[in-house]
Nanobody, 119 residues
Framework: EVQLVESGGGLLQPGGSLRLSCAAS????????MSWVRQPPGKGLEWVST????????FYPTSVKGRFTISRDNAKNTLYLQLNSLKTEDTASYYC????????????RGQGTQVTVSS
């Protein structure tokens, strides 16, 4: 059974930084492309980033490119998201997902971790 457990969320001021983690189990993590998605309050799910297995190629939407960095540690079965230069519009529940650019909407997700950016 695929299990994804996110952690690291919190409350911080604009311009701050945070690192989210996602512990994965129940599948071969090193062979899986992984993504981060988020859901702002009252809005739909948004794609945040994807990292591919093998090549390790990373992809971001323009809204977070240059501020967020996705990475993975296959030895620890853990996915990370470094969030820098946070803005109030980054406030959302953040989820890791076992999926890539094409199937992140329907991919299995964890329970999420809340990031709130407020002055």
């Amino acid at each position: 059974e695929v299990q994804l457990v996110e952690s690291g969320g919190g409350l911080l001021q604009p311009g701050g930084s945070l690192r989210l983690s996602c512990a994965a189990s129940g599948f071969t993590f090193s062979s899986a492309s992984m993504s981060w998605v988020r859901q702002p309050p009252g809005k739909g799910l948004e794609w945040v980033s994807t990292i591919y297995s093998g090549s390790g190629g990373t992809f971001y939407p323009t809204s977070v490119k240059g501020r967020f960095t996705i990475s993975r540690d296959n030895a620890k079965n853990t996915l990370y998201l470094q969030l820098n230069s946070l803005k109030t519009e980054d406030t959302a529940s953040y989820y890791c997902a076992k999926g890539d650019l094409y199937d992140w909407r329907t991919a299995t997700r964890g329970q999420g971790t809340q990031v709130t950016v407020s002055s």
